[in-house]
Nanobody
Framework: QVQFVESGGGLVQPGGSLRLSCAASLSIFQESTMGWYRQPPGKQRALVAHVTPLGLTSVTKSVRDRFTISRDNTKNTMYLQMDNLQPDDTAVYYC?????????WGQGTQVSVSS
């Protein structure tokens, strides 16, 4: 099974920025559409953005003007640049395949936005 390791989260003030990283353990990453998911406190996990193997991207409407997804297939790594963060962006952020294939979730990275 592929292992995912998310990093880059933290505590920021509203309007701040963070860049999340997702490292995958196997090269199957390079052939797969990958996505960032997030789970706010008390809510279900949901897909935020995804990127195809060739770099085509899609970002959910609510964050489209603030979040940018990208990938580096040479490093088996995916990124999520988050700008102008708002309290509603507070969540644990995870990466995984799109669509899901039953792979185990990583530990995620906590993003907290608060003044």
């Amino acid at each position: 099974q592929v292992q995912f390791v998310e990093s880059g989260g933290g505590l920021v003030q509203p309007g701040g920025s963070l860049r999340l990283s997702c490292a995958a353990s196997l090269s199957i990453f390079q052939e797969s559409t990958m996505g960032w998911y997030r789970q706010p406190p008390g809510k279900q996990r949901a897909l935020v953005a995804h990127v195809t193997p060739l770099g085509l991207t899609s970002v959910t409407k609510s964050v489209r003007d603030r979040f940018t997804i990208s990938r580096d297939n040479t490093k088996n790594t995916m990124y999520l640049q988050m700008d102008n963060l708002q309290p509603d962006d507070t969540a644990v952020y995870y990466c995984n395949f799109v669509p899901l294939r039953g792979e185990r979730w990583g530990q995620g990275t906590q993003v907290s936005v608060s003044s």
